[in-house]
């Protein structure tokens, strides 16, 4: 199974609401990223969790906290959001690297989030 | 810092014509080079990685990229393009294992009837 399912497809929130996005994998990667697409442009990294710890934070700004609960899950959770926070949020996970091998990431579909 | 530019933000092609979708890469060491595909409303799928075991490497979905280091370029290509080919090509790369991944700007490919 390679499979990393996100949660749910698409999400309308207003301005004042706080929603969480959701991913997971059975893949037994230890490595989860979040990423932000905004239409016509690459991913962009927003955070990276190795062994169910922050190791990167891209300078995003704290209306999005993420948390990983366990080796499996990777909630991002969304309070006080700005219209131009709409975009699609991708979920991706692989296997840590240990000495020189390299690993590719797996997607998630993504949820597509509206902010009103 | 590395980077991958690709060449051409959108290839319009023929079906059956061969796909030829580019990307340089600048790195001083030794890159980790990926080719992702996106549909329209999807996440995105890994088509094909270089990690230095072959210069030429084959994909999925008949795609193959080779790896030529004189050019510091990591080109996409299908010989016959088809339509459910049309998507968003995007190049990235990886410094080391863990480093995060470093995406080009993508190349949508459009393939005509």
């Known amino acids: 199974d390679t499979e990393v399912t996100q949660t749910p497809k698409h999400l309308v929130m207003g301005m004042t609401n706080k929603k969480s996005l959701k991913c997971e994998q059975h893949?037994?990667?230890?490595?989860m990223y979040w990423y932000k697409q905004k239409a016509k442009k690459p991913p962009e990294l927003m955070f990276v969790?190795?062994?169910?710890?922050?190791?990167i934070n891209e300078s995003v700004p704290s209306r999005f906290s993420p948390e990983c609960p366990n080796s499996s899950l990777l909630n991002l959770h969304l309070h006080a959001l700005q219209p131009e926070d709409s975009a699609l949020y991708l979920c991706?996970?692989?296997?840590?690297?240990?000495?020189?091998?390299?690993?590719?990431?797996?997607f998630g579909p993504g949820t597509r989030l509206t902010v009103t | 810092a590395q980077s991958v530019t690709q060449l051409g933000s959108h290839v319009s092609v023929s079906e059956g014509a061969l796909v030829l979708l580019r990307c340089n890469y600048s790195?001083?060491?030794?890159?980790?080079l990926f080719w992702y595909v996106q549909y329209p409303n999807q996440g995105l799928q890994l088509l094909l990685k270089?990690?230095?075991?072959?210069?030429l490497v084959k994909g999925i979905n008949g795609f193959e990229a080779e790896f030529k280091k004189s050019e510091t370029s990591f080109h996409l290509t299908k010989p016959s393009a088809h339509m459910s080919d049309a998507a968003e090509y995007f190049c990235?790369?990886?410094?080391?294992?863990?480093?995060?991944?470093?995406f080009g700007k993508g190349t949508r490919l459009s393939v005509i009837a």
């Open positions: 991706a996970s692989s296997q840590w690297a240990e000495g020189a091998m390299v690993y590719e990431q797996y």
């Open positions: 893949m037994g990667h230890r490595a």
């Open positions: 969790y190795s062994y169910e710890k922050l190791s």
């Open positions: 790195s001083s060491v030794p890159p980790y």
């Open positions: 270089y990690t230095s075991a072959a210069t």
């Open positions: 990235a790369v990886r410094h080391s294992g863990n480093t995060p991944l470093v």
